[in-house]
């Protein structure tokens, strides 16, 4: 172009003053170690010559020019890439997008430097291989790592210049990316020695690449190298342990009945520092002896509500998982795992997700059931594979720190421990003083075979012997103590154990001369284990101690990597992991083991209590809201890892907004996996932080949750609240709600009339608003409380409108729940035809939704309703396909059921033998489960059992016992049940005569056990 044919005015771009742009705008844009040299005015060491690592990935999947949501997407995965680059303290150099890939270029070591950087990059790396589900745009990611001398420094001209890292193992790393398959991660022969020992690599052929004259030799890498998780690190403690004789005695005793197969449960309590855990390392070593596995898992201050937090590590040791594998690694590791010890419970395998924070996807039997239904089943599914791993090698499970037990892994514990009867299992637990009334209930500690361990302080003499090894393991000299200086120590600490170590650890810090009598004269000793953790902890340098501060407001267990990311003003991450040396190195803080990057945990929970609560409220505040931010950003991909984490730091803090939002978050994850004592406790805390509009709605959430625990009266309140704030509102379908809920709380007391009221006052609020869906729920519970009055015209009609309404709304699932309530009052009335076919179009709808446990629901309804039609091959056949179902869920109550109405099919069919067992299975089922109701059926079926084999004594004696026990708690037959059931028991009753009478008499006076027994055997 010579030049333009229209003159335009010269408008170049003003000049901006950078100086005067604010710091907190121009900070975000630099990386903090670039920052801080500019700002220190140490710019020109910015250029500089060191080893570091490259990475470099490429990825596609986005279309740049048609995608309209590509800038989006492409700010998601870079979003989670960086945080996965910051959880292992890379620096993100440079992105580059094209139509043909795009790719991102990390470095390690540059301008931050850690002790392995070729680790840091190849942990990365195995992270970024496996994108959140979310991300799944992305195609498989193709990287390449080298190691090697670089430049690191400024690079560009004198108004735009950029932080940059290059050589000549930058340029081999990027040929490596471009020779990798999808999928895979290659690493040259530089970085190779680096990272064998802790990672598995497998050689491949040389290869070629730009730029060099011979082949390459590379690496692929697939995963951590495989360590065992399951054995315990040595206890480290000096010297052996002083008292406690009587305790390890008991100890030892029941470790040998585990090893036996007479399973055991041990808690062990006792005030802070008292020596659990040094109690708890010496039982872990002689159950080592004994050829124990040993699993070891550890509550969490933060962790009253996190789901399963203790057994995460236990399950993932059980299974045998690295976490640091990808998810489709370790997805078919469990697979394989699972099949060759229990390979009927591969079906249940989805419900693993929650207790190994690992997104199994769901299949069609897991996608069926409910919250209840699936922790029942994940419950029997661990119980089951736990017996199958005990009859190889005894175990031990330690869960330590269960004064913070969260709501589902205490309920665990029960499950287990109610199934460790009769295996070669010992749980351990450990607690301080229960302060949660949740936990102080009698459940675990009422099995027969729980011995409780109750720790007091050491006797004075044994706490002079633990002064005077102490002495000499610090000394190193066998010179007497003075009796006055032995005496003075120990009166002090009271026969605390962990006072008395730390005040010696101090006395030694201080250079006080162990053999001068009068040394304690010159010094000023803590006169408590609050004054002595403080004391300790101020003898370290300022960066140290603040260090020590933060961790704390973290929790016992923290990450390195957490600490410079909740509170960037600690500095120089090298610094800090120089820091947190030290304060190991002074038995401060232990490395965590088998984590999957650098971890601590403090050696004393006390230690962490006491700088936590030394630090003021605000501090605390603010502290908790950097590190839910942290947290925040870190987790942006995948939150629900760390959720109940979030909800605590930030309700911890003055963020209102926060706080309202994570832990109404919180209580709704928790009420989905049927965590509902975590559910109340957030919603409890969340109520007062709601606008008015959101109010309704949480209140009835937190009356479902406490329905369904049984809290009924609680309930109705939550409900009653609810509906006026709805009205309050506008809110119609809240306050439709709001008045079927009240109305089926009084409905299952019993109180009809109100019960009706309430189903009144919502159908005329539905029809008002036209709310279609609570117009045909209301009609449901109108239907059912007719039926529970025996009023079954009334029933059906109501269903038949219901129906009818679900029909039009084409609410498929509803539609088969309509009809199965339908057949049910149909099968009452004795029409057994019409119930067969309502049964059968249920079952036809819930075939075509794919809903497995629904599927089996219909099955076993249809199967007993032919049972009564007595087509017993078909209905034999239907339930034997229920019963399969069932056992793959594992839900005890249906597969008890099954197993009667099988039951009841094989007795039909003279098939007495088989009918026997399968009524003793279904008995042994309910009498565990407390289900009184299906034991009266049992007992009654069993009875008839008994009369098919003209056993009439054992029948009446039988049936006297179900009278009694449908009297106690009020549940009589139906007239038509009543009806079969009496002509069915008439021969009997004629062939005994007067005896009649008195041989019900002797069933009605057998007590519940006695008469499940008595049924079970025959």
Same mark, same amino acid.
């Given at each position: 172009?010579?030049?333009?044919?229209?003159?335009?005015?010269?408008? @170049?771009?003003?000049?901006?003053?950078?100086?005067?742009?604010?710091?907190? =705008?121009?900070?975000?844009?630099?990386?903090?170690?670039?920052? %801080?040299?500019?700002?220190?005015?140490?710019?020109?060491?910015?250029?500089?010559?060191?080893?570091?690592?490259?990475?470099?990935?490429?990825?596609?999947?986005?279309?740049?020019?048609?995608?309209?949501?590509?800038?989006?997407?492409?700010?998601?995965?870079? #979003?989670?890439?960086?945080?996965?680059?910051?959880?292992?303290?890379?620096?993100?150099?440079?992105?580059?997008?094209?139509?043909?890939?795009?790719?991102?270029?990390?470095?390690?070591?540059? @301008?931050?430097?850690?002790?392995?950087?070729?680790?840091?990059?190849?942990?990365?790396?195995?992270?970024?291989?496996?994108?959140?589900?979310?991300?799944?745009?992305?195609?498989?990611?193709?990287?390449?790592?080298?190691?090697?001398?670089?430049?690191?420094?400024?690079?560009?001209?004198?108004?735009?210049?950029?932080?940059?890292?290059?050589?000549?193992?930058?340029?081999?790393?990027?040929?490596?990316?471009?020779?990798?398959?999808?999928?895979?991660?290659?690493?040259?022969?530089?970085?190779?020695?680096?990272?064998?020992?802790?990672?598995?690599?497998?050689?491949?052929?040389?290869?070629?690449?730009?730029?060099?004259?011979? @082949?390459?030799?590379?690496?692929?890498?697939?995963?951590?190298?495989?360590?065992? &998780?399951?054995?315990?690190?040595?206890?480290?403690?000096?010297?052996? =342990?002083?008292?406690?004789?009587?305790?390890?005695?008991?100890?030892?005793?029941?470790?040998?009945?585990?090893?036996?197969?007479?399973?055991?449960?041990?808690?062990?309590?006792?005030?802070?520092?008292?020596?659990?855990?040094?109690?708890?390392?010496?039982?872990?070593?002689?159950?080592?002896?004994?050829?124990?596995?040993?699993?070891?898992?550890?509550?969490?201050?933060?962790?009253?509500?996190?789901?399963?937090?203790?057994?995460?590590?236990?399950? &993932?040791?059980?299974?045998?998982?690295?976490?640091?594998?990808?998810?489709?690694?370790?997805?078919?590791?469990?697979?394989?795992?699972?099949?060759?010890?229990?390979?009927?419970?591969?079906?249940?395998?989805?419900?693993?997700?929650?207790?190994?924070?690992?997104?199994?996807?769901?299949?069609?039997?897991?996608?069926?059931?409910?919250?209840?239904?699936?922790?029942?089943?994940?419950?029997?599914?661990?119980?089951?594979?736990?017996?199958?791993?005990?009859?190889?090698?005894?175990?031990?499970?330690?869960?330590?720190?269960?004064?913070?037990?969260?709501?589902?892994?205490?309920?665990?514990?029960?499950?287990?421990?109610?199934?460790?009867?009769?295996?070669?299992?010992?749980?351990?637990?450990?607690?301080?003083?229960?302060?949660?009334?949740?936990?102080?209930?009698? #459940?675990?500690?009422?099995?027969?075979?729980?011995?409780?361990?109750?720790?007091?302080?050491?006797?004075?003499?044994?706490?002079?012997?633990?002064?005077?090894?102490?002495?000499?393991?610090?000394?190193?000299?066998?010179?007497?103590?003075?009796?006055?200086?032995?005496?003075?120590?120990? =009166?002090?600490?009271?026969?605390?154990?962990?006072?008395?170590? %730390?005040?010696?650890?101090?006395?030694?810090?201080?250079?006080?001369?162990?053999?001068?009598?009068?040394?304690?004269?010159?010094?000023?000793?803590?006169?408590?284990?609050?004054?002595?953790?403080?004391?300790?902890?101020?003898?370290?340098?300022?960066?140290?101690?603040?260090?020590?501060?933060?961790?704390?407001?973290?929790?016992?267990?923290?990450?390195?990597?957490?600490?410079?990311?909740?509170?960037?003003?600690?500095?120089?991450?090298?610094?800090?992991?120089?820091?947190?040396?030290?304060?190991?190195?002074?038995?401060?803080?232990?490395?965590?083991?088998?984590?999957?990057?650098?971890?601590?945990?403090?050696?004393?929970?006390?230690?962490?209590?006491?700088?936590?609560?030394?630090?003021?409220?605000?501090?605390?505040?603010?502290?908790?809201?950097?590190?839910?931010?942290?947290?925040?950003?870190?987790?942006?991909?995948?939150?629900?890892?760390?959720?109940?984490?979030?909800?605590?730091?930030?309700?911890?803090?003055?963020?209102?907004?926060?706080?309202?939002?994570?832990?109404?978050?919180?209580?709704?994850?928790?009420?989905?996996?049927?965590?509902?004592?975590?559910?109340?406790?957030?919603?409890? &805390?969340?109520?007062?932080?709601?606008?008015?509009?959101?109010?309704? %709605?949480?209140?009835?959430?937190?009356?479902?949750?406490?329905?369904?625990?049984?809290?009924?009266?609680?309930?109705?309140?939550?409900?009653?609240?609810?509906?006026?704030?709805?009205?309050?509102?506008?809110?119609?379908?809240?306050?439709?709600?709001?008045?079927?809920?009240?109305?089926?709380?009084?409905?299952?007391?019993?109180?009809?009339?109100?019960?009706?009221?309430?189903?009144?006052?919502?159908?005329?609020?539905?029809?008002?608003?036209?709310?279609?869906?609570?117009?045909?729920?209301?009609?449901?519970?109108? *239907?059912?409380?007719?039926?529970?009055?025996?009023?079954?015209?009334?029933?059906?009609?109501?269903?038949?409108?219901?129906?009818?309404?679900? #029909?039009?709304?084409?609410?498929?699932?509803?539609?088969?729940?309509?009809?199965?309530?339908?057949?049910?009052?149909?099968?009452?009335?004795?029409?057994?035809?019409?119930?067969?076919?309502?049964?059968?179009?249920?079952?036809?709808?819930?075939?075509?939704?794919?809903?497995?446990?629904?599927?089996?629901?219909?099955?076993?309804?249809?199967?007993?309703?032919?049972?009564?039609?007595?087509?017993?091959?078909?209905? *034999?056949?239907?339930?034997?396909?229920?019963?399969?179902?069932?056992?793959?869920?594992?839900?005890?109550?249906?597969?008890?059921?099954?197993?009667?109405?099988?039951?009841?099919?094989? &007795?039909?069919?003279?098939?007495?033998?088989?009918?026997?067992?399968?009524?003793?299975?279904?008995?042994?089922?309910?009498?565990?489960?407390?289900?009184?109701?299906?034991?009266?059926?049992?007992?009654?079926?069993?009875?008839?059992?008994?009369?098919?084999?003209?056993?009439?004594?054992?029948?009446?004696?039988?049936?006297?016992?179900?009278?009694?026990?449908?009297?106690?708690?009020?549940?009589?037959?139906? @007239?038509?049940?009543?009806?079969?059931?009496?002509?069915?028991?008439?021969?009997?009753?004629?062939?005994?005569?007067?005896?009649?009478?008195?041989?019900?008499?002797?069933?009605?006076?057998?007590?519940?056990?006695?008469?499940?027994?008595?049924?079970?055997?025959?």
């Amino acid at each position: 172009m010579a030049e333009l044919k229209t003159p335009t005015t010269k408008a @170049p771009w003003p000049n901006v003053d950078l100086t005067s742009l604010p710091q907190d =705008m121009i900070r975000p844009w630099l990386l903090p170690a670039v920052y %801080e040299r500019l700002q220190q005015g140490l710019g020109d060491f910015l250029a500089e010559l060191r080893p570091t690592v490259a990475l470099f990935l490429r990825f596609d999947g986005i279309d740049y020019d048609s995608d309209a949501q590509a800038g989006a997407k492409l700010d998601g995965y870079l #979003r989670w890439l960086q945080s996965i680059v910051m959880k292992y303290e890379g620096t993100l150099i440079d992105l580059n997008i094209g139509d043909k890939g795009s790719y991102v270029y990390v470095n390690f070591g540059a @301008p931050v430097a850690h002790e392995n950087n070729a680790a840091q990059a190849a942990a990365t790396a195995l992270a970024l291989v496996a994108p959140p589900e979310a991300l799944n745009f992305v195609g498989p990611v193709r990287i390449g790592i080298s190691q090697g001398r670089m430049r690191a420094g400024a690079y560009g001209g004198t108004h735009h210049r950029t932080y940059g890292v290059l050589g000549d193992e930058v340029n081999l790393a990027a040929r490596l990316m471009m020779a990798a398959q999808p999928g895979q991660i290659l690493v040259s022969q530089s970085a190779q020695p680096q990272i064998a020992a802790q990672f598995s690599l497998r050689e491949l052929p040389p290869i070629r690449v730009k730029g060099k004259s011979e @082949p390459v030799r590379v690496y692929a890498l697939h995963g951590n190298a495989r360590k065992s &998780r399951r054995q315990m690190t040595q206890s480290g403690y000096r010297f052996a =342990m002083i008292g406690r004789s009587a305790e390890m005695s008991l100890a030892e005793e029941k470790l040998a009945l585990a090893a036996n197969g007479h399973g055991q449960i041990i808690g062990v309590t006792g005030d802070a520092g008292i020596g659990k855990s040094r109690l708890v390392a010496d039982v872990i070593e002689q159950a080592r002896t004994l050829n124990f596995e040993v699993y070891r898992g550890e509550c969490e201050s933060f962790g009253v509500n996190s789901n399963y937090l203790v057994w995460h590590d236990i399950w &993932r040791s059980v299974f045998d998982l690295d976490p640091t594998w990808n998810p489709a690694r370790q997805i078919e590791h469990l697979k394989a795992q699972v099949s060759s010890i229990a390979p009927g419970l591969l079906p249940r395998l989805p419900l693993l997700s929650i207790g190994l924070q690992l997104d199994i996807p769901d299949n069609d039997l897991t996608a069926s059931l409910d919250a209840k239904t699936r922790k029942g089943a994940l419950e029997g599914l661990l119980v089951e594979y736990l017996a199958r791993i005990a009859e190889r090698r005894p175990m031990l499970i330690v869960l330590e720190d269960c004064h913070w037990l969260d709501p589902l892994s205490h309920d665990l514990l029960v499950a287990l421990g109610s199934a460790a009867a009769e295996l070669s299992i010992l749980f351990l637990y450990v607690f301080r003083p229960f302060e949660l009334k949740r936990l102080r209930a009698a #459940r675990v500690s009422a099995l027969p075979y729980h011995t409780e361990i109750l720790l007091q302080p050491l006797t004075p003499a044994e706490a002079a012997r633990f002064v005077r090894t102490k002495v000499g393991a610090l000394i190193d000299n066998d010179r007497a103590l003075a009796t006055s200086f032995v005496e003075r120590i120990t =009166m002090r600490a009271e026969g605390n154990p962990y006072f008395l170590d %730390e005040l010696l650890n101090y006395l030694q810090f201080e250079q006080v001369n162990f053999h001068d009598p009068a040394a304690l004269d010159r010094i000023a000793l803590p006169d408590s284990i609050q004054s002595l953790v403080l004391s300790l902890i101020d003898r370290f340098s300022e960066s140290q101690k603040i260090t020590v501060k933060i961790a704390s407001v973290i929790g016992r267990i923290f990450h390195a990597a957490w600490l410079t990311g909740s509170y960037p003003q600690l500095g120089d991450p090298r610094r800090v992991n120089e820091d947190l040396a030290e304060l190991e190195r002074q038995e401060l803080i232990l490395q965590a083991p088998d984590e999957s990057d650098l971890a601590y945990t403090f050696r004393q929970a006390i230690t962490q209590s006491v700088t936590y609560e030394s630090l003021p409220y605000a501090m605390k505040a603010h502290l908790h809201e950097q590190i839910g931010a942290f947290l925040e950003t870190a987790f942006a991909a995948s939150p629900e890892q760390v959720l109940d984490l979030m909800a605590f730091h930030y309700d911890c803090s003055g963020k209102t907004a926060k706080r309202r939002d994570y832990l109404r978050r919180a209580g709704e994850a928790a009420q989905a996996v049927y965590a509902n004592l975590a559910a109340i406790d957030y919603y409890t &805390r969340a109520l007062p932080l709601q606008a008015a509009q959101d109010r309704p %709605e949480l209140l009835m959430r937190f009356g479902q949750v406490l329905e369904l625990m049984g809290e009924w009266h609680i309930a109705a309140e939550r409900y009653a609240q609810a509906l006026a704030e709805a009205e309050n509102s506008a809110d119609a379908m809240i306050q439709v709600q709001a008045l079927i809920a009240i109305g089926e709380i009084q409905r299952k007391q019993g109180r009809f009339d109100d019960a009706s009221g309430w189903f009144t006052r919502a159908g005329n609020t539905a029809a008002l608003h036209n709310d279609l869906p609570g117009m045909a729920k209301v009609l449901i519970c109108r *239907g059912t409380l007719a039926a529970q009055q025996g009023d079954y015209g009334g029933a059906s009609i109501h269903y038949a409108s219901s129906l009818a309404v679900r #029909r039009a709304l084409d609410d498929r699932p509803n539609i088969a729940n309509v009809l199965n309530n339908m057949a049910i009052v149909a099968q009452f009335e004795g029409d057994y035809a019409r119930s067969q076919q309502f049964h059968e179009e249920a079952l036809a709808i819930r075939r075509e939704l794919g809903n497995t446990w629904a599927i089996a629901m219909s099955l076993n309804n249809l199967g007993t309703t032919l049972l009564d039609r007595q087509n017993y091959s078909t209905a *034999g056949a239907l339930l034997a396909e229920a019963l399969v179902i069932q056992r793959a869920v594992g839900d005890k109550w249906a597969v008890a059921n099954v197993l009667n109405n099988l039951g009841n099919v094989r &007795r039909e069919l003279g098939q007495f033998a088989e009918c026997q067992l399968l009524y003793a299975e279904s008995l042994a089922l309910n009498h565990a489960l407390g289900d009184q109701r299906a034991l009266a059926y049992l007992l009654e079926d069993v009875a008839l059992l008994a009369v098919y084999r003209r056993d009439f004594h054992r029948g009446l004696r039988l049936m006297g016992a179900a009278q009694a026990l449908r009297n106690a708690i009020a549940s009589p037959l139906s @007239p038509a049940e009543q009806e079969n059931l009496d002509s069915r028991f008439q021969n009997a009753q004629d062939s005994v005569g007067n005896l009649a009478d008195a041989i019900l008499a002797e069933g009605r006076n057998l007590t519940l056990p006695e008469a499940v027994a008595y049924a079970s055997t025959g």
